[in-house]
């Protein structure tokens, strides 16, 4: 289930991924815009989608959470 979601968000987030390839996000950038949409659109409206993976990336608030999806979904 942790797969497809992430595989969902990294699909949505495509365009973010490929310009990120070009011209690397500074961490100012990323964490206001690229971890903020991922909050936006994800997370703060699905308690069980982010319920499920703060368990998985053993991360304890919502912040750190949008990093690591962020992290998990550029590998490569």
Same mark, same amino acid.
């Given at each position: ?5 992430l595989?969902k968000i ?22 206001? %815009? ?7 659109r994800?997370l703060?409206n ?11 990336f053993k991360s304890?608030?919502?912040?750190c959470?949008?990093? %690591?999806?962020?992290q998990?979904i550029?590998?490569?």
């Amino acid at each position: 289930m942790v797969k497809s979601l992430l595989n969902k968000i990294k699909e949505e987030m495509k365009q973010e991924i490929e310009i990120n390839k070009i011209i690397q996000f500074d961490s100012f950038t990323l964490h206001f %815009a690229v971890c903020m949409k991922i909050r936006n659109r994800f997370l703060w409206n699905n308690k069980e989608i982010t319920q499920i993976l703060m368990n998985y990336f053993k991360s304890d608030n919502i912040d750190c959470l949008s990093h %690591a999806i962020w992290q998990e979904i550029t590998k490569n």
